[in-house]
C-alpha cells in the first residue's frame, strides 16, 4: 500500500490525528518529542498530524505541560483541518467528524510498512513504535525477518525452509 507522499528518503513515523485538548492526546505527543533524538539515531522522522487548526495548535504549544499542554515540541505538527489526510489514511470517522489514533510506519521508498489504529481512550507506545522502525530497517538491511517480541540483537530468521528451522531449533 502506498500512502499520500510523506517521506523524504528517511523513515517516517507519522502520528496521525491527534484529538487536541482531550486528555490522552498531550501524553502521546509529549512521549514522541521527548524521545525524538531516538528516532533520529535511526535516520527517522516523526511528524504529527491533528484535525484541528493550525490556532489550535500554537495555543496548545503555547500552553505548559503543567496545564495539559505541550510546551515546546522537536517535531512538526500538522493541520489536517479539512480532514483529508485523515480520509487518505483511512482513520476518519466520517459520521462523528473524528479521526482514530494512526501511527503509520513509512519507508524511505515511501511504502507503507505498518498501521497501528487505537479507539480514541488508548495511547500509543513509544517503545513499541522504535522496535517496529529498527525490526523493518533490521530486516530491509539483512534479509532475514523478525519473530514475535523481536528486539535487537534478539535471534532472527532465514525466509527459507531450511534457515527458518536453525531458528526454530535454536529458540525451542
Known amino acids: 500500500m502506498r500512502p499520500p507522499k510523506l517521506s523524504c528518503g528517511?523513515?517516517?513515523?507519522?502520528?496521525?490525528n491527534i484529538c487536541e485538548l482531550t486528555f490522552v492526546c498531550p501524553t502521546e505527543i509529549i512521549a514522541?518529542?521527548?524521545?525524538?533524538?531516538?528516532?533520529?539515531?535511526?535516520?527517522?522522522?516523526?511528524?504529527?498530524?491533528?484535525?484541528?487548526?493550525h490556532f489550535s495548535h500554537l495555543a496548545w504549544i503555547n500552553t505548559s505541560r503543567k496545564s495539559g499542554g505541550l510546551g515546546p515540541l522537536n517535531y512538526p505538527l500538522l493541520s489536517d483541518f479539512n480532514k483529508t489526510i485523515s480520509r487518505d489514511y483511512g482513520v476518519l470517522v466520517k459520521e462523528e467528524g473524528v479521526a482514530l489514533r494512526g501511527l503509520f510506519i513509512i519507508d524511505p521508498k515511501g511504502i507503507l510498512r505498518q498501521i497501528t489504529v487505537n479507539d480514541l481512550p488508548v495511547?500509543?507506545?513509544?517503545?513499541?513504535?522504535?522496535r517496529l522502525v529498527k525490526a523493518f530497517q533490521?530486516?530491509?538491511?539483512?534479509?532475514?525477518?523478525?519473530?514475535?517480541n523481536w528486539k535487537p540483537d534478539s535471534p532472527t530468521i532465514k525466509p527459507d525452509p531450511k534457515g527458518s528451522?536453525?531458528?526454530?531449533?535454536?529458540?525451542?
Open 165 to 172: 528451522k536453525e531458528y526454530f531449533e535454536k529458540v525451542n
Open 32 to 53: 514522541f518529542s521527548d524521545r525524538i533524538k531516538e528516532f533520529h539515531a535511526i535516520n527517522t522522522e516523526v511528524v504529527g498530524v491533528s484535525t484541528d487548526s
Open 123 to 130: 495511547g500509543r507506545s513509544v517503545d513499541e513504535t522504535l
Open 10 to 16: 528517511n523513515w517516517n513515523s507519522s502520528v496521525k
Open 138 to 148: 533490521f530486516v530491509e538491511e539483512h534479509g532475514e525477518v523478525c519473530p514475535a
